[in-house]
């Protein structure tokens, strides 16, 4: 079966760090995707990981545990712009699976 | 912003009608795709295409068919609408390799009364 993982809420304070968690179990894996979506709004793209690690891309980081069937997505500096609902979505050959998604709340 | 859009963007109907969603992208991406988004189970794909006139069914085809006589449009129809297909519809687009990031439309908001 298909299954992905991550925590429904979360809350941090401005200028922090935060990480969101996710565990997946898919039939196929090419690779994972991080979206993030402003409520009322649709999903914008934030990060892809095809090979196992770290990748970086500015205030936004993301990791990869292939052989785990484990991703992170890493904030830094956290702003309140970041409050928003954030989605791993494993790709599974030419779909992307969408987990629930973490509503991260950002507090002054 | 990916040229892609969706109409209506928002939409009452009665319980039994036919509706049909448009999505349209100006971006000549192979892939587009059909997502539904309810509150406690995120994005739900319902249909993708992977080429004019090619489709197959996703997690929540049920009730839904689609069709794409052109790169650019790809229909959604709700054959008989029912309540419990209230939500908000989403379309996304993807380049010649699926592993592209897909790009999402601005939603269609559907209320079967």
């Known amino acids: 079966g298909q299954n992905i993982d991550q925590p429904t809420e979360m809350t941090a304070t401005e200028g922090a760090i935060v ?14 995707f991080w979206y993030q979506q402003h409520a009322g709004e649709a999903p914008t793209f934030l990060s892809y990981n095809v090979l196992d690690g770290l990748e970086e891309k500015g205030r936004f980081s993301s990791f990869l545990s292939r052989s785990k069937g484990y991703s992170y997505l890493l904030l830094k500096e956290l702003q309140m ?8 979505a494993p790709e599974d050959t030419d779909k992307l ?5 973490t509503r991260l709340q950002v507090f002054p | 912003d990916a040229g892609i859009t969706q109409s209506p963007r928002h939409k009452v109907t009665e319980t039994g009608t036919p509706v049909t969603l448009r999505c349209h992208q100006t971006e000549n991406h192979r892939y ?5 988004q309810d509150p406690g189970h995120g994005l739900r794909l319902i ?30 129809t709700l054959e008989s609408a029912t309540s419990s297909q209230t939500s908000v519809y989403f379309c ?6 699926p592993s592209y ?5 601005p939603g269609t908001r559907l209320t079967v009364t």
């Open chain 1, 97 to 101: 699976i969408f987990g629930t998604g």
């Open chain 2, 92 to 97: 996304a687009i993807a380049g010649r390799d």
């Open chain 2, 47 to 76: 249909h993708y295409s992977y080429g004019v006139k090619d489709t197959d069914k996703g997690e929540v085809s049920d009730g839904y068919s689609v069709s794409r006589s052109k790169t650019e449009d790809f229909l959604l």
């Open chain 2, 32 to 36: 587009m795709y059909w997502y539904r």
């Open chain 1, 19 to 32: 990480q969101i968690n996710c565990t997946y179990q898919t039939s196929g894996f090419n690779g994972l």
């Open chain 1, 81 to 88: 712009k970041d409050s928003a609902s954030y989605l791993c």
């Open chain 2, 101 to 105: 990031e897909q790009y999402f439309g």
